[in-house]
């Protein structure tokens, strides 16, 4: 991102004096003869932005319900073990890997018929102080495994393991069907019955013994990861406000900023786990199948923490590009139905453009066959294409016409805020650029 930043700022202005108007054709699009309307008053964003302030009320309610809908299966949706509804974090494990795949086929032989041997190579580590020769210690082991022997998750335990010193035993636990996969829910379903059942019940609550392994790690990850989402959400949250109030001298826009990208990311993550997460309805299945997606039992656990990272930060920058526009009009004219159409028509070519584009990129990883990938690249691409499209050219006008000048609203008690320019350099000490021959006789005759 850093070298993105210092390129854009050091060998893209050279390049662009160096081919200087051999760059683009001026008032053409590829040679093609199409006039530019980029900014053009009376082109299509500036009559998009006027028919949706005409009737604000009716967009703003309609698109906001529309985007609420949307995220409704992300807190309501029936998950396939019926327990609860929403959104089931966790791995997909093998799950995830396409069917055809021979690691898949060979996995799915080896739990069918080897259910007990087959997770010879995923166990459960219990560390349990003491030496096995220690005959309390030998005691529990066996009280342990005795425990654990109606559990269908778990295979017969490895002989115990004393470490070279006396001080530390270990007990290998295999798991067994659904549960060999490390990684699935089953696995991680029971290392929390070992941890918080099995051990205490044999050893007592604070006995020291530790429960390790590759799915106590996945567990401990989805641990750490409940706990510090929420902490990131709004810290996040709380600077993005305190930056654009800075920025736009304002509450209100910093506000409705961030309730707009909370509504793209919250659209993307119920249709993330309407398409892709099971036991949902029937007509959502067949469009996973018709777009060849895999649906799993569980979204991947780091996916909504990445979502809200990536989507914010770019929902964020549209906003920032969109909103110094309108600013910038608004400090000129004071108008702020104009500025608001002023606003949309400067930017909605780039913004929609530059969406274009990620959306084609996203796509390619929904394209993919693993699991993960196509829900990262879904959600992402559907964030993005409403972010650019209902949310900048529906949601931000019809908002900000029912606001009018209140958009601008600063408390006295933050008067003192520095004015922050975020062009460089004062409003007023702009340059119009006329975008007709008669704006042009015009600026010429009031010059003289």
Known sequence: MLISVALSMTLLPALMALFSDRLVKPGFIFGRGRTLEQGRAGGFWDRESRSVMKRPWVYLIVTASFM????????????????????????????AIPDGIPTKDAF??????????SGAQSTAQVVIPGS??????????????AAIANDGAFATPQPPQTS?????????????GEATD????????????????YVPQTFGQDSG?????????????????????????LLVLGLSFILLTVVFRSIVVPAKAIVMNLLSVGAAYGLITLIFQQGGPAWAHSIANALNFTQVDA??????????????????????????????EYDKSGDNSEAVAYGLRTTGGIITGAAVIMVAVFAAFASGRIAALQEMGFGL????????????????????????????????????????DVEGHAAAERITIPDTPAELVEARDSSD
């Open 68 to 95: 609420i809908l949307l995220s409704v299966p992300y807190w309501t949706q029936s998950r396939a073990d019926g327990v609860g509804h929403g959104m089931k974090k966790g791995f997909s494990g093998i799950a």
């Open 108 to 117: 799915n032989v080896l739990v069918a018929k080897f259910p007990t041997e």
């Open 132 to 145: 096995k020769t220690d005959p309390s210690v030998a005691q529990k082991i066996q009280a342990l495994d």
């Open 164 to 176: 070279q010193d006396g001080t530390v035993t270990l007990v290998s636990i295999p798991f067994a």
């Open 182 to 197: 490390s990684q699935s829910a089953a696995a991680v379903d029971a290392i929390t019955r070992l941890r918080d059942e």
């Open 209 to 233: 013994v530790l429960v390790g392994g590759d799915t106590a790690m996945t567990k401990d990850f989805f641990d750490i990861s409940n706990f510090y989402t929420p902490i990131i959400i």
């Open 299 to 328: 979204i991947e656990s780091w996916l909504p923490l990445f979502l809200f990272s990536i989507l914010f930060g770019l929902s964020m920058d549209y906003q920032v590009f969109l909103l110094s526009r309108i600013r910038e």
């Open 381 to 420: 691409a559907v964030a993005v294409f409403l972010d650019a499209t209902i949310v900048r050219s529906i949601l931000v006008p019809s908002a900000m016409k029912l606001l009018g000048d209140r958009n601008w609203y600063l408390p006295g008690w933050l008067q003192w805020l520095p004015k922050v």
